[in-house]
């Protein structure tokens, strides 16, 4: 199976930096997604990390580096409604083809001002 | 808006009792998956459809079922309910992966059933 581990909760302050880390030791990794989730809402799609590197799109980027089974989630400039759940999520090929996502447990973000 | 719909929205029954939860998927997606989050836990994944055909399942339990119809739409039914089953279930959709490709899941706002 898939072992995700993220920071339970974490606090940041409102127009600051932060960085939510995720680790994971699996095998056939073909993807790592990160999802957002407000309290009692749906999760939604953030990013996608296939290859090593950073990926940027707005105030929000993602790295990932295979090698070391980790990815970071960058939130700049952060705003009061950033305060949501960061859902990490890993994606695997399975025999026969078949892909599964896992969904770690997610990250509590408080954003304060 | 996700695309993704579902049934009802929320739902209150009592321990034993039985109910089915409805979700369809956005326009073109095959895939439907289903999830059950509790509080303060993350998503657990239970069970996976594709073209009506089941395609992966998780933790879930025998007391738990779910289909996949032609026109696509999907329904999970929970019987012999128990207190522990409260919790917010989402539905999922998504294409079929091909490579390196996103295929990433777009989630409905969910069912939040409690039993009493």
């Known amino acids: 199976g898939q072992n995700i581990d993220q920071p339970t909760e974490m606090t940041a302050t409102e127009g600051a930096i932060v960085q939510i880390n995720c680790t994971y030791q699996t095998s056939g990794f073909n993807g790592l997604f990160w999802y957002q989730q407000h309290a009692g809402e749906a999760p939604t799609f953030l990013s996608y990390?296939?290859?090593?590197g950073l990926e940027e799109k707005g105030r929000f980027s993602s790295f990932l580096s295979r090698s070391k089974g980790y990815s970071y989630l960058l939130l700049k400039e952060l705003q009061m409604k950033d305060s949501a759940s960061y859902l990490c999520?890993?994606?695997?090929?399975?025999?026969?083809?078949?892909?599964?996502?896992?969904f770690g447990i997610g990250t509590k973000l408080q954003v304060i001002p | 808006d996700s695309g993704v719909t579902q049934t009802p929205k929320h739902l209150i029954t009592a321990t034993g009792q039985r109910v089915t939860l409805r979700c369809s998927p956005r326009s073109g997606d095959l895939s439907v998956y289903w999830y059950q989050q509790s509080l303060d836990q993350g998503l657990q994944f239970l069970i996976q459809y594709y073209n009506g055909e089941e395609r992966a399942k998780g933790n879930i339990l025998e007391r738990f079922s779910a289909q996949q119809f032609p026109d696509l739409h999907s329904e999970l039914n929970l019987s012999s309910l128990e207190l522990g089953d409260s919790a917010l279930y989402f539905c999922?959709?998504?294409?079929?992966?091909?490579?390196?490709?996103?295929?990433?899941?777009?989630f409905g706002p969910g069912t939040r059933l409690t039993v009493l």
């Open positions: 990390n296939v290859l090593d």
């Open positions: 999520a890993v994606r695997v090929r399975e025999l026969g083809g078949y892909q599964k996502v896992t």
């Open positions: 999922a959709s998504s294409v079929v992966a091909s490579g390196n490709s996103y295929n990433e899941q777009f």
